[in-house]
C-alpha cells in the first residue's frame, strides 16, 4: 500500500508537534527541578566545580556523592531525571528538608574546569577518610580512575541470580538513560496507583537493590 505525500507530510506534522511537546514538557521538568534544588541550596549556579551529595540515614549512617560539572545547576538537574545509582537515590530518599531530615543535601565548590578531575579526586577520598560510605563506584577523576572497594565474582545459585539481575538492571538503565523516556502518561498523572508503579519501576532499574546494602 503506497503512502501519499499527503499523509506523509500529515505524519512529519503530527511528529514535530509530538516532539515539541516533548521538549515542553521536558523544559517545565527541568525548571521545576532547579526551583527543587534551589530551596536545599539557594547558591547553586552554572559554574564548573565539584558538587557534593550527603545524606544520613535513621541509623546515623553517612553518604556521600561527589562529582564534577561543567555547569553545576544543570548536571543537579540531571540528576533528577537520570537513573544512575545515585540518580535513584535522589529519587528514593529526596531532597533534604526539615520535613525529610534524611533526604540528600547539596554542597559545592568552584574550581576552573582544568582542575576538575584532581578535585574529585581529592573530595571522593576525603570523604570516604571521614566516615562516608561512598556512593561514587570509582575514586573518580577520568583518567587512572579505580573501582572503589573490592568487587568479587559472586558465588553459588542465589549470588548468580542476584548478580544476574544487577547486570541486567544496569544494561536497562543505560539504554534508558541515552535513548528513551519513562514518564507517567498524561492520561495518568496525579493517580497515586500510577505513580507507586512508576517508583516500583525505578527501583528495578537499581542494580544496587539487588543487594544487601541497598540503603545509600
Not at 100 to 126: A, C
Not at 178 to 183: A, E, N, S
Not at 186 to 210: M, T
Amino acid at each position: 500500500m503506497k503512502t501519499s505525500k499527503r499523509q506523509e507530510t500529515d505524519f512529519m506534522k503530527r511528529r514535530a508537534i509530538k516532539l515539541n511537546q516533548n521538549l515542553k514538557r521536558a523544559k517545565a521538568i527541568e525548571q521545576k527541578n532547579k526551583q527543587r534544588l534551589m530551596t536545599v541550596n539557594p547558591n547553586l549556579d552554572e559554574g564548573s566545580g565539584i558538587y557534593f551529595l550527603t545524606r544520613e540515614n535513621e541509623e546515623k549512617i553517612k553518604f556521600s556523592y561527589v562529582g564534577q560539572a561543567r555547569h553545576i545547576l544543570s548536571r543537579m538537574c540531571q540528576h533528577m531525571v537520570g537513573y544512575q545509582h545515585i540518580d535513584l537515590s535522589l529519587k528514593r530518599h529526596g531532597l533534604y528538608s526539615p520535613q525529610n531530615p534524611y533526604g540528600w543535601k547539596i554542597g559545592f565548590l568552584h574550581f576552573p574546569i582544568s582542575e576538575l578531575d584532581e578535585k574529585e579526586r581529592y573530595y571522593i577520598t576525603q570523604y570516604a577518610k571521614n566516615g562516608y560510605q561512598s556512593r561514587n563506584k570509582d575514586t573518580g577523576g577520568g583518567a587512572g580512575k579505580q573501582e572503589l572497594g573490592e568487587r568479587k565474582p559472586s558465588r553459588g545459585y542465589r549470588d548468580g541470580i542476584i548478580q544476574g539481575k544487577r547486570s541486567l538492571a544496569k544494561e536497562l538503565s543505560g539504554i534508558i538513560q541515552k535513548h528513551l523516556t519513562v514518564t507517567i502518561r498524561p492520561d495518568k498523572q496525579g493517580n497515586k496507583v500510577s505513580e507507586k508503579q512508576l517508583e516500583k519501576f525505578n527501583s528495578l532499574l537499581d542494580e544496587n537493590n539487588y543487594k544487601e546494602d541497598s540503603n545509600g
